[in-house]
């Protein structure tokens, strides 16, 4: 652990960072360019956090992430897991050399922290019903990144695919919650997008590990599900800020298919098979509607009419 305590600290800093470690884990995967701003933005982000340890899992990069992990100043743990073992993965791998009484704050490589992003998240990870906090995110340009997102149903899959995302969450309808209000004020979430989430230490004991079938994309929901289903609330908190680089999914259309793909698989782990139906048929529909902006909708929409394929099967063989 890193002792970051300062003479004359505020003693609200110093409370936070007692209160527990923080373990800032970061999976990387051919990440070399993202990876030096975010470890950079730590020191600041992470100021009034007495404890805390960082730790980069690589997913077997071939552009040298892991030697700029290791060369940095901060000196991160850098965990190689020898292949491209998937997101969730990773998290577990660097979850398990980490204390129980540890926070996990769990860090997309192409983030960045503002200044004092942790201590508003260890605020809420101090009450003891919150599982997760998640920050504001701003995109590149410094405008809000709609980033909360209610739990998919067949409504959400239907307006969202009929309507469009943008006008589905307008009216709220859809996943993603748009409205600019609701960024303004901390409350309770169904879940938010992975790319910041901080997991307390109580929740980490209870919930357990990642599910790691899902390779890459809707971990997130899997995860935060289990966390509200072990009685904990998802905490949204408009006081941390972060921001997240471009990219993605985008128009990536390996990525695309095998993002679709375990937005179906999630679901129907949860619901009957007419309501997957249901819910299959609205992404198949609203893929074909938009087949016509580019070969990621007619990968997805592929994907939606065939039966799935196991999640890692969608990255065999890829170095990107």
Request: charged letters at 20%; glycine letters at 8%; proline letters at 5%.
């Amino acid at each position: 652990m890193v002792n970051s305590q300062k003479d004359g600290q505020d003693p609200l800093e110093a409370e936070v960072g007692q209160a527990a470690g923080v373990a800032v884990v970061i999976v990387a995967f051919n990440s070399a360019s993202a990876l030096p701003p975010l470890l950079d933005s730590l020191p600041a982000g992470l100021n009034g956090v007495e404890r805390f340890e960082v730790i980069v899992v690589d997913n077997d990069s071939r552009d040298g992430s892991a030697e700029i992990a290791e060369a940095h100043f901060l000196n991160p743990t850098v965990i190689r897991m020898g292949r491209n073992a998937g997101y969730a993965a990773a998290i577990n791998a660097a979850a398990a050399t980490v204390q129980p009484d540890c926070h996990l704050l769990i860090l997309n490589p192409d983030l960045r922290l503002y200044p004092d992003a942790a201590r508003p998240l260890l605020e809420r990870a101090a009450t003891p019903s919150t599982g997760v906090a998640v920050p504001l995110n701003y995109t590149e340009d410094g405008h809000i990144d709609p980033t909360l997102r209610r739990e998919p149903s067949v409504l959400t899959a239907w307006a969202d695919a009929l309507l469009g995302g943008p006008l589905a969450g307008r009216i709220g309808l859809g996943e993603v919650i748009t409205g600019a209000e609701r960024y303004d004020r901390r409350g309770s979430v169904e879940w938010a997008t992975g790319s910041a989430l901080l997991v307390s230490a109580r929740a980490r004991r209870i919930v357990g590990e990642w599910d790691e079938t899902f390779f890459l994309y809707s971990e997130e929901v899997d995860y935060l599900r289990r966390v509200r289903e072990a009685g904990f609330d998802v905490i949204y908190e408009p006081l941390s800020h972060v921001m997240h680089e471009s990219g993605g999914s985008g128009r990536n259309a390996r990525l695309y298919a095998l993002m679709t793909a375990n937005r179906i698989r999630y679901f129907g782990r949860h619901h009957g098979v007419v309501q997957t139906a249901l819910f299959r048929l609205a992404i198949a529909v609203g893929q074909a509607m938009r087949c016509w902006r580019g070969s990621w909708h007619r990968a997805a929409l592929s994907c939606a009419l065939k039966p799935l394929r196991p999640a890692a099967d969608f990255m065999m063989g890829s170095r990107s």
